[in-house]
């Protein structure tokens, strides 16, 4: 069991540097990670060279989308609307779109919160 876990993590690491490197290559993926809470991981997973690479995440080429709030809507990060009688209310994320690229962001911006408030802000 030991032996597997060692294993385990070499290969983790291995697949990690190759995602580091990759990283370092592609100008767009070196901007994105400069935005708190985007690593080389995540950063690497929001360009479209993703796609090409054949990687766990595909994301079209942000010029596609007509503002910020179209490519949010189109990764499940914007607000279900429950409105009746001309009252707007928002709900929870609508939880479309890519799980995995959602989960990324999702926990690169509650680390973000996290180091930048403290860990027993998160949740309230």
Known sequence: MADQLRDLRERIETVTKRIEAAQKTDPLARRLATIPGLGPIASSAVTPEACLRHDAVTTPDVSAFRSARDYSAWLGLTPKPHS????????????????????????????SQWHANGPSDIGE
Request: hydrophobic letters at 35%.
């Open 84 to 111: 009746s009688g001309g009252k707007e209310r928002l709900g929870r994320i609508s939880k479309a779109g890519n799980t995995y690229l959602r989960r990324l962001l999702y926990l690169g911006a509650m680390m």
